[in-house]
């Protein structure tokens, strides 16, 4: 179960009182070639393998949301971060007021949201210090003579550890 116990936390930690959202929505959506009748919920690992296994981004997101399940992931693709499945729905819609859609693929669909790279620090200050989530920050790097890119992640960013000078003045 991928996710649920993330999305317990930040539930918790934004003061809902066990409240479910709704079902549809968390993720991915299933094209109607495919069997939605899986039996697994949705965000589950088995229904992120079935998009994962179509994009390489969405292979790292899955990877990193499995070594990293207690932080908010955020994906640098271009010049935007990017947040997916119910991460984008809870942390993205919910705690950073941010729209979220639905990111097409061969596969199907999954939610998805993002910022500008420059509003970054803004972003990581709404999560980590108003509402005391974990941010992993997954940068991509490009090796020289090709176009792919890698992604890994550089820095977790938690509650208990110094942000930045320009994020602790502002709580001050």
């Known amino acids: 179960?991928?996710?649920?116990?993330?999305?317990?936390a930040v539930r918790q930690r934004m003061g809902y009182a066990g409240a479910t959202r709704?079902?549809?929505g968390?993720?991915?959506?299933?094209?109607?070639?495919?069997?939605a009748a899986t039996g697994s919920e949705p965000g589950a690992s088995s229904s992120i393998d079935v998009a994962a296994s179509t994009s390489n981004?969405?292979?790292?997101?899955?990877?990193?949301?499995?070594?990293y399940p207690s932080c908010v992931l955020l994906v640098r693709v271009g010049d935007f971060y990017?947040?997916?499945?119910?991460?984008?729905?809870?942390?993205g819609g919910d705690v950073l007021g941010l729209q979220v859609v639905d990111k097409k693929f061969k596969s199907g669909s999954v939610r998805f949201t993002g910022f500008p790279v420059h509003t970054l620090l803004r972003?990581?200050?709404?999560?980590?210090?108003?509402?005391?989530?974990s941010v992993a920050l997954c940068?991509?790097?490009?090796?020289?003579?090709?176009?792919?890119?890698?992604?890994?992640v550089t820095r977790v960013i938690t509650p208990g550890t110094?942000?930045?000078?320009?994020?602790l003045a502002t709580t001050r």
């Open 1 to 8: 179960m991928l996710g649920r116990t993330f999305r317990a």
């Open 22 to 24: 709704r079902a549809i």
């Open 26 to 35: 968390h993720g991915v959506r299933h094209s109607s070639t495919q069997s």
């Open 57 to 67: 981004v969405l292979a790292t997101v899955r990877e990193y949301r499995q070594k």
């Open 82 to 91: 990017e947040l997916y499945y119910e991460q984008a729905d809870d942390v």
């Open 123 to 133: 972003h990581v200050e709404t999560m980590v210090v108003k509402h005391r989530l």
């Open 139 to 152: 940068e991509q790097f490009q090796e020289s003579g090709r176009r792919a890119f890698t992604r890994r």
């Open 162 to 167: 110094l942000i930045d000078d320009e994020c």
